[in-house]
């Protein structure tokens, strides 16, 4: 898997422009042709993130030509030029997540509370009140909600397919365990 990985990673940073959007578009096409019609969701970056401005804007170019799937994604690169180009960029059928965590929520949450028409949170830590207190403080009035993989024993992959809370764009807290 994680040769895979670096494969796609290589492939990702070794092209550019039209033709890296290129390149996520058949990927895109092929989940679509594979996929069935109630599953027509794609988590983005199941492992990685944005590596650059301008690879933030090609996966949003990429992901409005398909607009059949809804598309969320994750996301720890809080640079002010890739949050520009998403900003600029995200289309409709994205629910771009900030990906906070103990380390960096402050810094996300002033990411979000400049930008909420453009980004969903996220939390991830050993238990939600530290972030509840600071999203709170930030005058947030929505629920965080707990991931069901949190309570379960199931994988977050087949989760997903149940739940689909991260397409609407809800404030979830991921739990991590000891
Ligand atoms: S299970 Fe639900 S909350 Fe957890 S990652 Fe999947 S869609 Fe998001």
């Not at 019609?37 to 970056?45: G, I, P, S, T, V």
């Not at 909600?145 to 739940?163: D, I, L």
Request: proline share 4%; hydrophobic share 35%.
């Amino acid at each position: 898997m994680r040769l895979k990985l670096d494969g796609n990673y290589e492939l990702l940073l070794n092209c550019s422009g039209k033709d890296r959007v290129k390149l996520l578009v058949n990927e895109f096409t092929r989940f679509l042709c594979e996929c069935g019609e109630d599953d027509r969701f794609y988590r983005l970056h199941w492992s990685g993130d944005f590596f650059s401005a301008d690879y933030a804007r090609d996966v949003m170019k990429a992901c409005k030509e398909i607009p059949e799937v809804r598309f969320w994604n994750f996301t720890r690169n809080f640079d002010k030029d890739v949050v520009r180009c998403i900003r600029r960029y995200k289309p409709d059928n994205l629910v771009q997540y900030l990906s906070a965590d103990p380390c960096n929520v402050r810094r996300a949450l002033q990411v979000y509370t400049e930008n909420p028409e453009t980004f969903a949170m996220s939390y991830m830590g050993e238990n939600a009140a530290p972030f509840a207190a600071l999203w709170k403080a930030a005058g947030q009035r929505s629920k965080i909600m707990p991931c069901p993989s949190n309570f379960k024993h199931n994988t977050v992959e087949y989760m997903c397919k149940k739940c689909r809370m991260c397409l609407k764009g809800k404030c979830v807290h991921f739990r991590t365990r000891r």
